[in-house]
DNA sequence: GCTTTATAGGTTATAATATAACACATTGAA
DNA sequence: TTCAATGTGTTATATTATAACCTATAAAGC
């Protein structure tokens, strides 16, 4: 995992950020013969405009502006799509979606959420789910997915509690 | 964790699972000076009717049944009360609720969900906890909520699958 | 015991999140 | 160029959760 793709990280270059998400996706998507279409396009850009999870109803407002439907379908659809391809991710916890910055190889995440910002990093979790596999093994239970969600306070947002309250 | 805790574990015997965790419930909130209410009691009890999380509108007709009102505040009232003295865990995963075996010290599980006959155990979470930890901190982040949810298939359904699709 | 205060529950309305169903448009392939 | 598959528009509705306000009950102090 490289430093830029953290959300808390001190040298964290977002609009580089976006863009290699959205190139990356783009590349993706041609390699599996999939439609990264207008809309699709537009919601992971959306998305990606920070790393604060996003409910599918705040995506509603652009995509009107941007001259599509706005009805929750057209999202979710958009959504359901980003999600199939490994895009974005669902926070259960949340009912919200972020960007996904590894979505070469399909998995998923393990998230810390910052309470404060709502800033949201997803971690390399080899470690977690040696434990999870681990422990599901012991009872004999085969994993198949796995909602890990962390939610506390970012290094940023310590410092910021511990001043001002 | 005692084996008949596990809702997948062949022995289970789950009346004296339901019995135990009424007795328990009682005792924690007489403790505590907490009302276990007639309601809240009710909801507690559905809840253990199986190992299966139960969705808050799923218990309105058993409400209704006993007498009480049934409009959804009463038993969202009543889960959170549940929640708050760790009675009752909520799978985010599900939007559902599950009874929590170890009320005892407030704790946040880690849960196995078989998506097939939908039973939810509570792990014994010691060393996913510790993987949780470990890769927060590696990144300042100071955590103070879990969410690890797992789903998949458990034994008896991993049978199941294998000889009847 | 009575009064006061806090807590619990009843009730109505509505917010927030998500999906069903069907029609029409566009794409890609035969 | 026609067909089949996929994507989008549109309307309606399902599902989950909470706000707000009022009444009833319990517990605590006098």
Chains 1, 2 share one sequence.
Not at 152 to 158: F, K, S, T
Request: net charge negative; with cysteine.
């Amino acid at each position: 995992m490289t430093t830029d793709s953290l959300a808390f990280a001190a040298d964290h270059n977002h609009q580089h950020c976006i863009d290699q998400a959205l190139t990356l996706a783009r590349q993706i998507c041609r390699e599996r013969r999939q439609r990264l279409t207008p809309i699709r396009e537009l919601v992971l850009k959306l998305i990606w405009q920070s790393h604060q999870p996003l409910g599918a109803y705040e995506l509603l407002p652009a995509l009107a502006e941007a001259g599509f439907n706005s009805a929750p379908p057209t999202v979710y659809r958009a959504l359901e799509f980003l999600q199939q391809q490994g895009l974005v991710h669902r926070i259960a916890s949340l009912n919200a979606f972020v960007g996904c910055p590894h979505p070469e190889h399909p998995h998923q995440g393990s998230f810390l959420i910052c309470r404060r910002c709502r800033s949201t990093s997803e971690l390399d979790s080899a470690s977690i789910h040696a434990a999870l596999e681990q422990s599901a093994a012991a009872l004999g239970f085969l994993v198949e997915q796995e909602t890990v969600e962390v939610t506390g306070l970012c290094p940023n947002c310590q410092r910021q509690e511990h001043s001002h309250g």
